[in-house]
């Protein structure tokens, strides 16, 4: 008997996979299922996360300067540390690199990594380096801290908690067909030069994301502890239904409020594409999804870098989008699939 | 300009590219270049370490079962972890995937993968699935844990500290060879069933290495605190030279202390290669090799899975193999490069 992958999906698999994990040390705390794990270490609590990216899926080195790559490679682990609202320490890279790859791309991609790790006060502190027959594999681990029992997991989420949303969405989606469509009139006409200069903000959202790290220490500043948090990798949707699943409950998610950049809507409509079909669905944000007990309302309303963007409810009321128009629908994950 | 990194080789890589690292945290006890790095937490320590295994070049699914291929995959951490002198506590496990595995054949992965988490006591807590167009590429990273300050390192061996090595080397290196024939010959005429039955030990030895743990606790309870330690996964010189250019010595090795496995003698000479030579660069033996003071000679020798071969001496002296018939040769690397 043979089944594909594809039929279960990323999500699918990994749940099939881990079904039977079993735990085994006291000081495993919080294992397979969220943005990162959580093991006590001698009374304190330690996250760790791990991202693998791979030549042809993740990114395509046509557009994407080898710094940036490195800078980003870094960035979407931190992003899932701060989701844990723990903070950032360490990081182990793994490369697998083909013979196309010289020393000086590889300082180049770890100028990035070095980047990261400076503006975020991260250390570099192991890896392995390997090769390849085919494209460029990167795997990177970051270990992060926090007090314990001070993290934030999927899986809090209350009824009439309010949903929260840092920065805006859909721009690094629209980032990237950007650089695809300067790409295929490259490879069409190799004397056309491109010209994203006016399109600097999505492009940089998509080639050199930031963790929300500000957030995270603007909240401990604030007092303010999430019931539930997830970072935006695959689209809005799918990790709001994560929060929903995770913690049982449903969801009302108004498209007026979501946080869109005026490029967004301009390049958007230049594409013929909704906005609002980017952020529910583009991905690659690495912003953080968030809940909060009603009452904090007040202080997150506060914040110009938060947006409120619905609410949870019961299960039995369902995850439903209400548009602008007072139209209904009910919210489905088209997030990005590795496997579609 | 183009350098190619074959130029520089992995080590030379690895070097060129984290000569600049910088350390932010106080925390980092123990970075880049040895068999893991430390990290101090919250009073106690953790080692972590990780590794990256690439089809084509570290193993070929075409004899490779996968549940052995998990289990491995395990176990080559969890052996870094050991050479720290740590215990191995967590991992997690990426993998990039074509469309060709089934979810049946990860399912036999993961199989091996909790035989070894079951075996050593250590618990899967995360990772990530993506999938690849081409070969299958496996990243782990392990995590461990030791008392403050009592990991060894690479870097401790002292002038006449003697160099010890468990179990016996270069079995794997002719299972291999073994596996590689059977492969030709069932590629040249798939009628031809391997037999391999007779060769249990040396097959076992490639395609099932075992961390020695037991060994670890054994030094524990016996109060022994090696100077320096490595793991052998690419070959006793290459290993040999790194505690050597680590902690600024020399040394004299003996070609008849070095333990070798009757199998590993018979086969050998079956292929007409010196069993020597696979002991010395052969690779993936996953023993330990440490160096000890002078005056732990007696309870080392005690054990019977620990051979003395050899001791440190003196920079200035060189690295030497005595051989069997009294001609000292100079000791090189030949072990296995990746970037070859």
Chains 1, 2 share one sequence.
């Not at 990790?239 to 301009?266: A, F, I, Q």
Request: charged fraction near 20%; include cysteine.
């Amino acid at each position: 008997m043979r089944t594909e992958i594809e039929n279960l999906g990323e999500f699918g698999l990994i749940d099939h996979l881990t079904k039977n994990n079993e735990i085994r040390n006291a000081g495993t705390i919080l294992s397979v299922g969220d943005d990162a794990a959580v093991i006590d270490q001698f009374g304190r609590q330690s996250v760790i996360t791990t991202d693998m990216l791979v030549e042809g899926i993740h990114f395509d080195l046509m557009y994407t300067p080898l710094k940036h790559l490195g800078y980003k490679s870094v960035v979407v682990n931190l992003s899932d540390i701060c989701a844990m609202m723990a903070t950032p320490t360490h990081i182990t890279i793994s490369l697998a690199l083909s013979n196309k790859v010289s020393v000086e791309a590889l300082e180049e991609f770890y100028e990035g990594v070095y980047a990261a790790c400076d503006k975020y006060g991260v250390d570099l502190i192991g890896g392995d380096t390997t090769s390849t027959k085919s494209g460029l594999v990167i795997s990177i681990t970051a270990i992060g801290e926090v007090a314990p029992d001070k993290f934030v997991t999927r899986s809090g989420a209350g009824d009439k908690d309010l949903i929260c949303v840092t920065g805006d969405l859909g721009a690094a989606y629209l980032g990237l067909q950007l650089l695809e469509r300067e790409k295929k009139i490259f490879l069409e006409n190799p004397s056309v030069q491109p010209d994203l200069q006016q399109q600097a903000y999505l492009v940089g959202r998509i080639l050199k994301p930031e963790p929300r790290m500000d957030i995270i220490e603007w909240m401990n500043e604030h007092a303010i502890f999430p019931t539930s948090m997830i970072d935006i990798s695959d689209g809005l949707s799918s990790e709001v239904l994560h929060l929903c699943t995770k913690s049982d409950k449903g969801c009302v998610l108004y498209e007026e409020k979501l946080p869109l950049h005026p490029d967004t809507k301009n390049i958007a409509m230049q594409f013929g594409v909704s906005a609002t079909t980017c952020a529910l669905s583009g991905g690659e944000d690495y912003e953080l999804l968030f809940t909060v007990k009603h009452e904090d309302y007040d202080k997150v309303a506060r914040n110009s870098n938060i947006s409120i963007i619905g609410y949870m409810t019961t299960i039995a009321e369902g995850k439903h989008l209400i548009t602008t128009g007072g139209n209904k629908h009910q919210l489905t994950a088209q997030g990005w699939n590795a496997f579609a």
